[in-house]
């Protein structure tokens, strides 16, 4: 059993909260105290990875222990809290702890401390910048900010300030107005979020004492029903126990050992756990190096390494200086505090990121069983297959020992990942050189790589022809050419990515290459000099801090501190988030007789099937019951827009991960056991994966929209220039930290059930239960608390879950299931795939004349909203561009992969990123700035959009100039063209992108909300309404609202819960509109309540809130009411192409700045300025959470984030190990978000504008700066004009797209001489 299942299930202490089980995302992360070697450690791990067994004589610390909202919030949880960094909450916790445990070594942090502890933490809304903000009032910059303000002219204390003070004195340059603080002009400008004057101190001698009683140790034994946990505390003991047990695991940190038993369903019986064993947890400097004890954790041989770096002569520690640079970017805090170098090794993965290094250096190993030792040297011999060494199964790994360099040696590692922090590596290297004294000639050469075969390899054949040459051009052109040929891949080989894979092998080389040339000229030895634009080549990345200003409106001057609409209020939740207290979906208390549902799922993208035998599933511990379609009492089809799915699959299964049955039993590690053991039969039927494959079948969903305006032919005929293109946007996961999860509980009465579900769609759960249970819906009550997080992937998709769970339930006994993170993200489908192909007509001005464009998505096994997304993507398919003549058709592609669904934007970035890279085109076949021809084209107001809808209160272009301005756009591209012709290997890149973003459903009769108010004779208010709260603060500007028109302080009046049976009808919680329509309709019954209050507020006009509800009440005035909204004028028509599509339209302009690496293809986030009109904001701080939190996803889906399908539509990235979120380290390093000022929107409740989806685009400028620059590069090899760039752009399209000596060497395969490993979907 893990700690966390401990704590959730057995302790009922649910703040730790389940986000991956793979140790990826850091939600579970609790702090271990134990005393070791006379000091106590303390240390932030994994709960989810954290055997149980392993915790004898260890404290355990989390979230709930450290603070309380009653009690008293430690300052971690406020900070966070009050810095605006929690938004859905299901991520605080885990990052609370981080903090706490870092605080807990080290009360006065660096950034880069920080920066450190948070590498195993992901958050899906908030950004990270407002986390990062928060904390950064404990660091060192924080307290010597404390006692340069008093010598600074500033009066505040703004957050953002703190690091500018010491960057730049001031965060205005010292430009502020006359009280010295541009934060407080007179404008009506403001910046700061929150006032760190609110903040209780920080007292580090508070904390909580380790218990004495923990200061010993012994050895254990503990017996479970399927292994044996022994934990011997001598080494004499471990080695008699391994001789007896030769099949027994070594487990130390547990986190290979626990993803092998959780996903790969492995069982060990004995496990041999040597965490006490001195000699397996020892360092010892010896004359040839440092020999670590192979239980010893990566943190701590990283403190020694570091140590000794620090005092030992610079030509001893190239070793020790290159396992640091891996260790630099090893998994994350949580990972390395408890997995040891040992693990490492022995785990003999063929990405290891040590073991090249180890190899390398040729480490020495200390191998063991109970008759005696030997040593063996980490070379080539040393693993024998894949994930298999020369260890004998009676041996154990005792130790390792890292040798000093000598004084000709030099040492490098590499680490080439999709994603630099806490990933793994498509390819590591290291590479040591030992030189003939006082030469250049080569004496030993060890060049040793991962992910390049099923072992770390040398490249021997290489190293061979080299020993003995001169360091210079020639052994250059000969190490690669070499190389080329040596390091091969089979084009099917798993991981794919075959040419980027062996490209980096030569680049690595050429990287190293140079280093060396610099370092031999630094002793003085005569070889060629680095010229000076290859010299950033060889540069180390090394994080800069991140700075950030938030621009935004000031309330006007004298407003009453009770009326908090339009100030930066925190999320009402955010202090319970940040204590563990909220209570999620899976936190509801366990009902006595509770059952688990573990769901059966297809393993074959397209079958019929044969057979489902549960007999050995029967048989397993715990089973209750299984679901299968005959269950199912009401009906069996199901789907949010047309019934064309079913509740669980009839005969045939149409994706990978098709629902076909369930097993309910006791707990869920039995009911997940015996779902394994269902064995199914099936006959294969041919899938349909791709776009193009639906395009060669015609497979595609009817019907096929257009829209058309003007007449593109002869808008072609009177351009100058017509060109065509292609585009393939790929999908996205939502990856919200809170998995699916439902809990349904039987009323039993009258087909009454009660469900606890984490959906955005109330409404639609409820009718689609109804139907499968075949009762009306007035039996079925849907109740959401909160959500962590949603993104549209609970608008429908929690549907297939909790039908599920329904009908499971009706059979017995209240029923629960939270999906594992792979089962969500095999199930639920995500953002959809497009595929755009185009031909543009223009001017040689650059102006646009005539556009053709058809969009193909891939849809996958059902219809869900994939036409509305089209229909969407159609709405933007001229993102801010006035085109006179143009036509666009939307094909839904209907595919064997799990039906893809809503995801902010809803198809509208799909739609925009073609026009983006069309007019990305026209700029560079003419040669023209991109810059120049955007704003060319650029919509101006009164012009009409190709659905006919007149553009009025246009304020795209006061963004475009505030952004060019914010952004110094012109002094930065002088800049960046400096650089890049300064620099040969690395490329800045800059672009400036704009978006237009259509508000209102475009089904019309979905934009209507209502709204229920209750107000209470002691005056409190109960206020519900139709949307639900998945951390995007929509409870909290509802409450800001009601709290504006009833006059009461916002702290009268509670949002409980989204319910059914409170608000009935509602439209998901979706399309940036809730605001917008839920505010209004809460206005609307605060305002009858209001008036039915004036009679006794006139009679009694200094009497109080609560006189007035009193004298009501007594006079017997209902004080509850109903309020409904329904926007106005809407209605479109695509037969005529006329009607008013949107209420309104968001407008921003973002500008972003990139340096990639030409050699490695990772790139770097240099800036952005972002400029929304989000009109009168209702709160500021949770507008720009909206807009940060939405550019981080875009910033995911266009430069990071990859799903693999296999070419038979099975999905190989499940989790955050394999799928890749942006992380704390990808936020750009500046980043300037604004919100436009004056801009009052009067279609919108407080003429505010919706803000959830619009910014989500913008993030496509860091995708165009990095097309920039990989024009820059490009242009290095004489290589000119428009090029075809996929979205992501991910590290291998960088590479592979900045053609070069070293891509020419290895070229790729022939297509279709080879099945991929993956495909683009
Ligand atoms: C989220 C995450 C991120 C990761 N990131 C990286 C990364 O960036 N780079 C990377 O290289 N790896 C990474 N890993 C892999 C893993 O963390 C490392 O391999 C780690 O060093 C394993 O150590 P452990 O103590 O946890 O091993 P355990 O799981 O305890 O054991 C691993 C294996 O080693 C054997 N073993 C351990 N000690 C001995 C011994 N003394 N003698 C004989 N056999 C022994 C065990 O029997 C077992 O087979 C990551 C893993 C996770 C879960
Ligand atoms: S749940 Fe443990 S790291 Fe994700
Ligand atoms: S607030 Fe971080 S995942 Fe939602």
């Known amino acids: 059993m893990t700690l966390l299942t401990y704590l959730r299930r057995k302790l009922g202490l649910t703040g730790t909260k389940l986000g991956c089980a793979e140790g990826g995302c850091g939600a579970c992360t609790v702090m271990l105290s134990r005393f070791q070697t006379h000091t106590q450690h303390h240390y932030a791990v994994n709960a989810c990875l954290a055997p149980l067994c392993s915790l004898h004589l260890v404290a355990v610390t989390t979230v709930e222990g450290i603070g309380s909202v009653a009690r008293k919030l430690h300052p971690v949880q406020e900070r966070i809290a009050k810095a605006h960094g929690s938004q859905c909450g299901f991520c605080t916790p885990g990052i609370v702890m981080s903090m706490y445990a870092l605080l807990r070594n080290n009360p006065t942090p660096k950034m880069a401390d920080m920066e450190e502890a948070f590498q195993g933490n992901l958050c899906r809304c908030t950004g990270y910048r407002p986390i990062l903000e928060g904390y950064k009032t404990f660091t060192v910059v924080r307290q010597i900010y404390k006692h340069t303000v008093k010598t600074h002219s500033c009066q505040n204390t703004h957050s953002h300030c703190i690091f500018f003070f010491l960057q730049d004195g001031g965060c205005c340059g010292g430009r502020g107005r006359e009280n010295?603080?541009?934060?407080?002009?007179?404008?009506?400008?403001?910046?700061?979020?929150?006032?760190?004057?609110?903040?209780?101190?920080?007292?580090?001698?508070?904390?909580?004492?380790?218990?004495?009683?923990?200061?010993?140790?012994?050895?254990?034994?503990?017996?479970?029903?399927?292994?044996?946990?022994?934990?011997?505390?001598?080494?004499?003991?471990?080695?008699?126990?391994?001789?007896?047990?030769?099949?027994?695991?070594?487990?130390?940190?547990?986190?290979?050992?626990?993803?092998?038993?959780?996903?790969?369903?492995?069982?060990?019986?004995?496990?041999?756990?040597?965490?006490?064993?001195?000699?397996?947890?020892?360092?010892?400097?010896?004359?040839?190096?440092?020999?670590?004890?192979?239980?010893?954790?990566?943190?701590?041989?990283?403190?020694?390494?570091?140590?000794?770096?620090?005092?030992?002569?610079?030509?001893?520690?190239?070793?020790?200086?290159?396992?640091?640079?891996?260790?630099?970017?090893?998994?994350?805090?949580?990972?390395?505090?408890?997995?040891?170098?040992?693990?490492?090794?022995?785990?003999?993965?063929?990405?290891?990121?040590?073991?090249?290094?180890?190899?390398?250096?040729?480490?020495?190993?200390?191998?063991?069983?109970?008759?005696?030792?030997?040593?063996?040297?980490?070379?080539?011999?040393?693993?024998?297959?894949?994930?298999?060494?020369?260890?004998?199964?009676?041996?154990?790994?005792?130790?390792?020992?890292?040798?000093?360099?000598?004084?000709?040696?030099?040492?490098?590692?590499?680490?080439?990942?999709?994603?630099?922090?806490?990933?793994?590596?498509?390819?590591?290297?290291?590479?040591?050189?030992?030189?003939?004294?006082?030469?250049?000639?080569?004496?030993?050469?060890?060049?040793s790589y991962g992910g390049m075969a099923a072992t770390t390899v040398l490249a021997k054949r290489t190293a061979n022809r080299l020993r003995g040459r001169c360091w210079g051009e020639e052994l250059l052109q000969e190490a690669c050419s070499t190389l080329a040929e040596e390091m091969t891949l089979d084009p099917s080989v798993p991981g794919g990515m075959v040419t980027y894979r062996r490209t980096l092998t030569l680049s690595l080389f050429y990287k190293f290459y140079l280093t060396v040339l610099q370092k031999l000229r630094q002793q003085g030895v005569n070889v060629e000099e680095v010229k000076s634009d290859c010299v950033s080549a060889t540069e180390l990345y090394h994080p800069q801090t991140p700075s950030s200003v938030q621009i935004y409106q000031a309330v006007p001057k004298g407003r009453s501190q009770d009326d908090v609409l339009g100030r930066p209020m925190m999320h009402l939740s955010a202090m319970k988030q940040a204590t563990g207290e909220a209570v999620y979906c899976d936190d509801v208390p366990l009902y006595e007789n509770e059952l688990y549902l573990s769901l059966i799922t297809s393993s074959k993208a397209h079958a019929r099937i044969i057979s489902v035998d549960t007999s050995a599933a029967e048989r397993l511990p715990g089973v209750v019951c299984f679901v299968f379609a005959d269950d199912i009492l009401g009906s069996n089809a199901t789907g949010p827009v047309v019934y064309d799915e079913s509740v669980l699959a009839d005969g045939q299964v149409t994706c990978v991960g098709h629902i076909i049955g369930a097993v309910v039993a006791d707990t869920q590690l039995h009911a997940q056991r015996a779902a394994k053991a269902v064995k199914i039969q099936y006959e294969e039927l041919q899938p349909v994966v791709t776009i193009q494959e639906a395009i060669a079948a015609q497979s595609f969903y009817q019907p096929i929209r257009t829209i058309q305006k003007g007449d593109p032919e002869a808008g072609f005929k009177q351009a100058d220039h017509v060109l065509e293109g292609e585009m393939h946007i790929g999908g996205q996961e939502h990856f919200y930290l809170e998995t699916n999860a439902t809990l349904a509980v039987p009323r039993g009465e009258d087909g009454e059930m009660e469900l606890f579900v984490s959906t955005q769609s109330a409404s639609k759960t409820q009718s689609l239960v109804a139907k499968a249970l075949g009762v009306p819906a007035n039996r079925v009550v849907v109740r959401v608390k909160r959500m962590g997080g949603g993104f549209g992937g609970k608008e429908s998709r929690t549907t297939v879950l909790s039908t599920v769970v329904a009908v499971a339930a009706n059979k017995y006994r209240p029923v629960r299931c939270m999906l594992d993170r792979d089962e969500d993200m095999l199930i639920t489908g995500g953002r959809h795939p497009f595929y755009g192909k185009y031909k543009v007509g223009f001017l040689n001005s650059g102006k646009v004349m005539a556009l053709d464009v058809s969009y193909y998505s891939n849809a996958g096994n059902s219809m869900d909203l994939s036409l509305s997304v089209m229909e969407r993507a159609l709405f933007h398919m001229e993102n801010s561009y006035n085109v006179a003549n143009v036509r666009g058709q939307g094909f839904l592609c209907r595919t064997n992969l799990p039906s893809n669904t809503a995801f902010r934007g809803f198809g509208g970035p799909q739609g925009m990123m073609i026009s983006e890279s069309w007019i990305t085109d026209v700029a560079q076949s003419l040669g023209k700035a991109a810059e120049e021809v955007r704003r060319l084209n650029l919509y101006m107001e009164g012009d009409s959009t190709p659905y006919n809808q007149i553009l009025d209160q246009f304020t795209l272009d006061r963004c475009w100039d505030e952004c060019l301005s914010r952004s110094e756009y012109q002094q930065r591209r002088a800049a960046i063209d400096l650089y890049n012709r300064q620099n040969r290997w690395t490329k800045r890149g800059l672009a400036i992108?704009?978006?237009?973003?259509?508000?209102?459903?475009?089904?019309?009769?979905?934009?209507?909300?209502?709204?229920?108010?209750?107000?209470?004779?002691?005056?409190?208010?109960?206020?519900?309404?139709?949307?639900?709260?998945?951390?995007?603060?929509?409870?909290?500007?509802?409450?800001?609202?009601?709290?504006?028109?009833?006059?009461?302080?916002?702290?009268?009046?509670?949002?409980?819960?989204?319910?059914?049976?409170?608000?009935?009808?509602?439209?998901?919680?979706?399309?940036?509109?809730?605001?917008?329509?839920?505010?209004?309709?809460?206005?609307?019954?605060?305002?009858?309540?209001?008036?039915?209050?004036?009679?006794?507020?006139?009679?009694?006009?200094?009497?109080?809130?609560?006189?007035?509800?009193?004298?009501?009440?007594?006079?017997?005035?209902?004080?509850?009411?109903?309020?409904?909204?329904?926007?106005?004028?809407?209605?479109?028509?695509?037969?005529?192409?006329?009607?008013?599509?949107?209420?309104?339209?968001?407008?921003?302009?973002?500008?972003?700045?990139?340096?990639?690496?030409?050699?490695?293809?990772?790139?770097?986030?240099?800036?952005?300025?972002?400029?929304?009109?989000?009109?009168?904001?209702?709160?500021?701080?949770?507008?720009?959470?909206?807009?940060?939190?939405?550019?981080?996803?875009?910033?995911?889906?266009?430069?990071?984030?990859?799903l693999h399908y296999s070419p038979r539509g099975v999905l190989l990235t499940r989790g955050p190990g394999s799928y890749k979120i942006p992380a704390f380290g990808d936020i750009p390093t500046t980043l300037t978000v604004s919100l436009l000022r004056d801009a009052p929107n009067d279609k919108a409740i407080f003429a505010s504008k919706a803000v959830g989806e619009p910014p989500l685009f913008l993030a496509s400028s860091v995708f165009f700066a990095i097309k920039d620059a990989i024009s820059a590069a490009r242009a290095e090899s004489g290589i000119k004009g428009p090029f075809r760039l996929d979205s992501p752009a991910s590290a291998e399209r960088i590479r592979n797209a900045c053609t070069d000596r070293f891509t020419k060497l290895c070229p790729p395969a022939e297509p279709g001489s080879f099945t991929p490993w993956s495909v683009q979907v």
């Open 180 to 447: 010295g603080c541009c934060m407080t002009n007179g404008s009506g400008e403001a910046t700061a979020l929150f006032s760190t004057t609110d903040f209780a101190p920080f007292d580090p001698t508070q904390e909580v004492i380790f218990p004495p009683e923990l200061m010993r140790s012994r050895s254990l034994c503990f017996r479970g029903d399927r292994a044996t946990w022994l934990q011997p505390d001598t080494l004499e003991e471990i080695l008699r126990l391994k001789w007896k047990h030769p099949d027994a695991r070594v487990v130390v940190g547990n986190t290979e050992v626990g993803i092998e038993v959780k996903f790969k369903n492995m069982v060990y019986p004995v496990i041999l756990a040597p965490s006490f064993i001195p000699e397996l947890n020892s360092v010892t400097h010896t004359e040839d190096g440092v020999v670590f004890g192979a239980a010893c954790t990566l943190s701590h041989m990283g403190a020694v390494l570091r140590q000794a770096v620090e005092t030992l002569p610079p030509h001893q520690t190239e070793v020790f200086l290159a396992v640091l640079e891996q260790l630099r970017w090893f998994a994350g805090q949580q990972i390395r505090n408890v997995a040891a170098v040992g693990g490492n090794i022995m785990t003999a993965s063929p990405i290891s990121d040590l073991n090249p290094v180890f190899m390398a250096a040729g480490c020495k190993l200390t191998l063991m069983d109970k008759d005696g030792s030997r040593v063996v040297q980490m070379d080539d011999s040393f693993f024998t297959g894949y994930r298999r060494t020369v260890l004998r199964p009676q041996e154990i790994l005792v130790s390792i020992e890292i040798p000093y360099s000598q004084k000709t040696q030099f040492v490098s590692a590499f680490k080439q990942s999709p994603r630099r922090e806490d990933d793994i590596s498509i390819v590591t290297a290291a590479m040591s050189v030992t030189f003939t004294p006082g030469s250049n000639v080569v004496e030993d050469l060890r060049l």
């Open 993 to 1202: 992108v704009p978006t237009k973003f259509g508000i209102s459903f475009t089904a019309v009769f979905l934009n209507q909300a209502g709204a229920l108010v209750h107000i209470y004779t002691d005056g409190s208010v109960l206020l519900t309404h139709g949307g639900t709260e998945m951390g995007q603060g929509l409870h909290t500007k509802m409450v800001q609202i009601a709290s504006r028109v009833l006059g009461i302080p916002y702290s009268k009046i509670h949002i409980s819960e989204t319910s059914t049976n409170t608000v009935p009808n509602t439209s998901p919680t979706a399309a940036s509109a809730s605001s917008d329509l839920n505010g209004a309709a809460v206005q609307n019954a605060c305002e009858i309540l209001m008036k039915r209050l004036e009679p006794y507020k006139n009679k009694n006009p200094k009497g109080s809130w609560e006189d007035w509800v009193k004298s009501a009440y007594f006079d017997r005035v209902s004080l509850s009411a109903n309020g409904f909204y329904k926007t106005p004028d809407l209605g479109y028509d695509f037969d005529s192409n006329s009607g008013r599509v949107f209420n309104y339209f968001s407008y921003g302009v973002a500008c972003s700045e990139v340096e990639i690496d030409c050699l490695t293809g990772a790139h770097k986030n240099l800036s952005t300025t972002i400029v929304m009109d989000v009109g009168h904001s209702l709160n500021p701080a949770i507008d720009i959470g909206q807009v940060e939190g939405a550019f981080m996803q875009g910033l995911g889906l266009f430069t990071l984030e990859e």
